[in-house]
């Protein structure tokens, strides 16, 4: 009898990877409270070790072996630093910087505010144990999860804008203004996090080293015509999250750190469209479910749903009080502080980015780890139900101004 064979394997869980969340978007129609992205991530979950794993052991323990589970592992942190990359080279800070005072607030309290409701809640975890993870510290926990409710998903963020129709809009390019600098902020507050004594050393030459490094790939970029420079930018890629990873940062602080320093205009903007359109449609499905594979329910299943909704409170109740406190202090018209907020409390991608690399330096348990990813998945579900009426209220509201 044919032994079947790890490629065989690894193939099947290809085949459900790409078949199970596509049948149920299309079937199931959740494009307008889920889009394909969020119902990806929630079937990662499905098909992990907590629930059909552990449902159906004997399924989990054929598809999922030690020797496939590596290879998604490997092809899902190639994909996400793909796309952390795209997200860093899509930063547009000159744009921020023109309108620095209204963006400097709005950003600061959209993030600030809502770190702070998410600390307090990570306060309340750490006095229950399974919670912070074996090498982190209490202050790590918490600022950790803080920042974890204080992140914009800004590559979903445009996503959604893009299907309301309102990101080339005045409104929509204030939003991404904001987003933008909170995206800056929420790399530094990890890089702090994940700050190694013991390698302090490693850390401070890995910076040195790539800020001389920076001003020579620059250079080449622009002396090499652009065909080139997409295979240059993969090596560099590919050297910087060497580099951080080695030095005890994270790999994906060095993807980030990579695209921030390239130039968009470097790269035909269609192109680069495309680019992050088919790193999602082909790669990123890999990493949503090679997460789904980490979630665990070890504290129980209802308590990690209770810690899920408690955090989603903090996300959401602080971020559209920061949002609405920059609007009284800004003046805005009234509706556009809640739009912007419910807008800005998008998770999904970012937030699970920003999860993993927790998890992975053991900063937090894998039961906070499925609390933020539960928390993130809801966060995402909501916006788009929760905006529509209020675009169209704000609409008629500007008509009957004019």
Same mark, same amino acid.
């Given at each position: ?139 790590q926990f918490v600022v950790g999860v803080g920042m974890a409710c ?40 990890? &890089? /702090? %996090? =994940? #700050?190694?004594?013991?390698?302090? *050393?490693?850390?401070? @030459?890995?910076? +040195? !080293? ?76 890999v990493f949503f479910l090679s997460t789904g594979l980490r979630t ?11 810690? &899920? /909704? %408690? =955090? #989603?409170?903090?996300?959401?109740? *602080?971020?559209?009080? @920061?949002?609405? +406190? !920059? ?17 800005l409390q998008t998770k999904a991608l970012i937030m699970i980015i ?49």
């Open positions: 009898m044919h032994a079947v064979t790890t490629m065989e394997v690894f193939l099947i869980a290809m085949a459900i990877i790409f078949c199970v969340p596509y049948l149920i978007w299309r079937v199931g129609r959740t494009e307008y409270f889920a889009p394909l992205v969020v119902v990806q991530i929630i079937t990662g979950i499905l098909l992990g070790p907590g629930i059909l794993g552990a449902a159906f052991p004997a399924y989990y323990s054929f598809v999922f072996t030690g020797p496939v589970v590596q290879i998604l592992n490997g092809l899902g942190a190639w994909a996400v630093m793909l796309f952390v990359l795209i997200a860093g080279i899509e930063l547009d800070l000159s744009k921020a910087w023109a309108n620095r005072r209204e963006s400097g607030i709005t950003a600061g309290l959209a993030l600030g505010v809502p770190l702070v409701f998410g600390a307090l809640a990570a306060l309340g975890m750490l006095r229950f144990p399974g919670w912070m993870g074996l090498e982190g510290q209490p202050w204080a992140v914009t998903a800004l590559p979903i963020l445009i996503l959604l804008m893009e299907k309301l129709e309102i990101l080339r809009q005045p409104i929509g390019q204030r939003i991404l203004r904001y987003a933008s600098l909170d995206d800056i902020a929420i790399w530094g507050v990890l &890089a /702090l %996090v =994940l #700050l190694d004594w013991e390698r302090i *050393g490693r850390q401070v @030459g890995f910076l +040195l !080293a790539f800020g001389v490094a920076c001003v020579l790939f620059r250079k080449l970029m622009r002396a090499l015509p652009e065909r080139d420079r997409w295979y240059v930018m993969l090596i560099w890629l590919a050297v910087c999250a060497f580099g951080a990873d080695w030095s005890g940062l994270h790999f994906m602080v060095g993807a980030f750190l990579a695209g921030v320093v390239i130039d968009a205009d470097w790269f035909d903007q269609g192109d680069m469209d495309r680019l992050r359109h088919n790193v999602l449609l082909v790669m990123m499905p665990q329910w070890d504290v129980g299943g209802v308590t990690v749903f209770a810690a &899920a /909704l %408690v =955090l #989603l409170v903090a996300s959401v109740a *602080g971020k559209l009080a @920061g949002v609405h +406190l !920059a609007g009284r202090i800004l003046r805005w018209r009234p509706g556009e502080a809640s739009l912007i907020g419910w807008l920003f999860a993993n690399i927790l998890l992975d330096k053991a900063i937090i348990s894998s039961a906070t780890f499925t609390a933020l990813l539960l928390m993130a998945v809801m966060s995402t579900m909501l916006t788009i139900p929760v905006v529509t009426p209020k675009l169209l209220r704000l609409d008629q509201v500007r008509r009957s101004d004019s």
